[in-house]
């Protein structure tokens, strides 16, 4: 991809006038989460308030119509989003992901329109994963030229986002062998979306089937997978990331409203109210720091991605192959700092609030589910050790992926 040209920017937005405007707009989404996790109710409505109120081209430079923001204030709001609902937040995880990817395409009549479709609202959904056991290497799902368009056929997993979705980004193999990310309009003929997601966490993200069966796809949806955006995995993983940490924050602040509401404590404790025992603010404590290491984490690592957008955008070759290994380096250690805080907080927090804690009225539970899910994409295991062979013996972290690069299944 030629680094001429793009509509990427340097980033423009004010950290707390983003906060001021997207803050009440996240309170909105938190309101009734309780109640949907128990009736696993699909969240559409504050899908459409994020929309709606612009969450859609936080990236996008304010001269085209956006917000300006640079990737860390962006995974930093999806942190945020995370806290107040960790399945509305994954929802975007694609979204965001194709935005990014039209940001550093070369600047054309086309990209422009795709621009202006996220300025109107319209929203992406995922479809790169192969169902069936299928991988990257070995891509079933199919496009055949017809005429003056082209058909896409196979069959999709984890296709998150796509019941919410306007587009679906699909990847397929063309006749020629070569992957492929087409983008097809979800409501059209050929295209069947099932919810059969069965994990047991992050019910609500639409993560289930898409069966595409000569679905027409224009020439100009078309986008060899080779020319995505370099740090397209690490952007995908960051997204995951940022979600961890928030659920690492909603677990210190269900933890600290759990405590307090505490009526009685133990024969054995240091206090006679709970929240008053120094051994449960202890605890509280505990939680408070892992959710301030998976924020930081996730702050300093999002920043590096700034780096390799910034080395893109001004064209410096060198420097992105620089930047691009400091960012892998970086996500890869804030996976695994972030992973291990959200895990313990989800668990941990228990210790503070006996049985009370365990009742499905509070569905605390839900924060462990939803973190655990999130943690298994990419495990962490194969970070440790990429990590490790890079420091031991110099070892390019990033060498072992091939298409798709990051992107999780």
Do not use: C
Not at 65 to 92: I, K, M
Not at 107 to 129: C, H, K, L, N, P
Not at 252 to 279: C, F, S
Not at 287 to 298: C, P, Q, R
């Amino acid at each position: 991809m030629s680094d001429a040209g793009s509509s990427l920017r340097s980033a423009t937005a004010d950290t707390a006038e983003l906060q001021q405007l997207f803050r009440p707009v996240f309170a909105a989404v938190a309101e009734g989460n309780l109640e949907r996790e128990k009736g696993r109710v699909f969240p559409y409505e504050q899908v459409r308030l994020l929309v709606d109120a612009g969450f859609s081209t936080l990236r996008v430079p304010r001269e085209l119509g956006g917000h300006g923001a640079s990737l860390r204030q962006t995974f930093l709001l999806l942190r945020e989003l995370g806290a107040a609902d960790p399945n509305v937040a994954h929802v975007w995880r694609n979204h965001l992901a194709f935005v990014e990817d039209r940001l550093n395409a070369p600047r054309s009549a086309e990209t422009d329109r795709w621009i202006r479709r996220f300025q109107d609202g319209e929203f992406v959904g995922g479809g790169w994963t192969e169902a069936n056991n299928g991988t990257y290497a070995n891509i079933q799902t199919r496009l055949v030229r017809k005429d003056d368009h082209w058909l896409v056929s196979g069959a999709k997993y984890y296709a998150t986002g796509s019941l919410y979705a306007d587009w679906l980004d699909v990847l397929a193999v063309d006749e020629d062998g070569a992957p492929t990310t087409a983008l097809v309009k979800r409501d059209q003929p050929g295209v069947t979306l099932t919810d059969d997601w069965r994990g047991f966490g992050q019910k609500t993200t639409a993560s289930g089937s898409a069966t595409y069966a000569d679905a027409r796809v224009a020439p100009e949806h078309l986008f060899p997978a080779a020319e995505r955006f370099t740090y397209q995995g690490l952007f995908y993983q960051t997204s995951l990331l940022a979600i961890l940490a928030g659920i690492t924050q909603a677990t210190l602040r269900d933890g600290i409203a759990a405590l307090k509401a505490r009526k009685r404590n133990y024969g054995h404790a240091l206090a006679e109210t709970a929240a008053q025992d120094p051994q449960l603010l202890q605890v509280i404590g505990k939680v408070s720091a892992l959710a301030f290491g998976a924020e930081s984490a996730l702050a300093a690592s999002a920043a590096t991605l700034d780096d390799i957008a910034d080395a893109h955008r001004a064209g410096d070759t060198e420097g992105k192959k620089a930047a691009a290994l400091a960012g892998t380096v970086a996500t890869n250690r804030a996976q695994l700092v972030i992973i291990d805080a959200a895990l313990q907080a989800t668990t941990l927090v228990f210790d503070a609030l006996g049985s009370s804690g365990v009742s499905e009225d509070l569905l605390l539970d839900r924060h462990w589910r939803n973190a655990r899910t999130l943690a298994s994409h990419n495990p962490r295991v194969y970070k440790e050790r990429m990590i490790g062979d890079w420091h031991v013996n110099d070892a390019d972290p990033a060498l072992v992926y091939k298409i798709g690069a990051g992107q999780s299944e």
